[in-house]
């Protein structure tokens, strides 16, 4: 740089006066319309060296000038000026807000590097941009080192590319309410795209990985259930007396014929001390589907809706964690898991199915296994109940 154009005017002067500032300004505009496209690329390095040597030297009211003055000048320049100005500027604590905000609405060819790492830009400034501005406008914001929890609300409601959200998901610095959270996950079963970076995220409450563990892969079920353990699920005491008001007005689910006379036949050996894990083999082995289902659900205390989901999900992994919290040993285990996978695949596709799911069952804790348990059985009832009052 030190081309001469501006240091003749400020070098060894500390403290500029407003009337040489704003003719200094002046000038340059008048030379940057003009002058060569040569002279403009001179400029717009003297305007690098005027905003970093000028730093502290200049009042406020120099300040607001020299902004708005180098606003004006950068606007007229050409593309490529701008966006040699933009990458040199966007990583400085002194730039002019007026100026990085100019920038940051620009070409994306521009206002790219400004969006990703410009710390000067306000959140206002940054929702305007993703309400008014392009897909890569938001892309390039979602990626930032740093979005509150404000910009992130923005960027999720106003984002029509899915890859922008998962950009954001993505972003470890970037704060997400708990609602906002709650959002994603339940749009994670649209998007599997989704699924991956919200169950790598650190700050992923519990109960919402678990919620999607009925609709993601194998793998990250697996995921669920190593890396979000959660603690004695206790229900909202609001929505535990909602569920318990609706369930006791209006009826519900009922079961078809055979279902609830399986869960009456189920309960009457309960009470009888009959319902041995060897009675619910034999009843898979005959097929006997609903009466397998209730005997299960009496043995764990949860309904038969959600067991009847766990036998017939298509991934044996939730089968293996009732299993375990009722402590069935690997053998008894592995009995009824092989019988439910050729009831739905060929017998070599079966046997590799349990031996992955096994090293699962093994790792697992009973107590862990029991409070996922339970908290699919209260989600389960919750569920229910939200669509009563839907």
């Known amino acids: 740089m030190g081309h001469g154009l501006l240091y003749a005017q400020f070098d060894g002067h500390p403290v500029m006066s407003m009337a040489e500032t704003h003719r200094d300004m002046s000038s340059l505009i008048a030379m940057a319309r003009e002058g060569t496209r040569r002279s403009r690329r001179i400029l717009a390095e003297n305007v690098l060296d005027l905003v ?26 050409e593309l490529q000026v701008r966006q040699q100005l933009a990458t040199q500027l966007a990583g400085s604590p002194h730039a002019p807000e007026g100026l990085i905000e100019m920038l940051a609405r620009d070409d994306i060819s521009v206002a790219g590097p400004i969006l990703q790492h410009s710390q000067l830009l306000q959140e206002t400034t940054l929702i305007e941009i993703i309400q008014l501005r392009t897909r890569e406008h938001q892309l390039c914001i979602a990626m930032r080192a740093s979005l509150s929890a404000t910009v ?3 960027l999720i409601d106003h984002a029509a590319d899915p890859d922008v959200v998962e950009a954001l998901i993505r972003n470890p610095n970037a704060t997400l309410s708990h609602a906002a959270m709650a959002y994603l996950v339940a749009e994670s079963r649209r998007f599997d795209q989704f699924q991956e970076p919200l169950l790598s995220r650190a700050d992923l409450p519990a ?67 009959q319902l041995k894990v060897e009675v619910i083999i034999n009843m898979l082995r005959n ?17 038969f809706t959600t067991v009847n989901r766990i036998v017939l999900d298509k991934d044996i992994t939730p089968f293996a964690v009732l299993c375990k919290a009722l402590k069935f040993n690997e053998a008894h285990f592995s009995t009824m898991a092989l019988l439910l996978l050729q009831s739905r695949n060929n017998s070599r596709q079966s046997t590799k199915e349990l031996r992955n799911v096994l090293e699962l069952f093994r790792e697992i804790s009973s107590d862990h296994a029991r409070l996922t348990l339970n908290y699919w059985h209260n989600d389960s009832e919750l569920q229910k109940a939200a669509q009563k009052i839907r």
Do not use: Y
């Open 152 to 154: 992130s609300d923005s």
């Open 287 to 303: 097929l006997r589907i609903p009466a397998f289902c209730a005997g299960l659900s009496s043995l764990a205390g949860i309904s």
């Open 52 to 77: 970093l040597s000028q730093d502290g030297r200049l009042s406020d009211q120099e300040r607001a000038l020299t902004d708005q003055v180098l606003t004006r000048l950068v606007k007229d320049m």
């Open 207 to 273: 109960e919402l990985a678990n919620q999607m563990f009925w609709w993601v892969s194998a793998n990250l079920r697996k995921k669920i259930l190593n890396e979000f353990n959660i603690a004695e699920h206790v229900l909202d005491p609001t929505l535990e007396n909602v569920t318990r008001d609706i369930l006791a007005i209006t009826e519900a689910e009922k079961p078809g014929a055979t279902d609830a006379t399986a869960t009456k036949l189920a309960s009457a050996l309960h009470d009888e001390n």
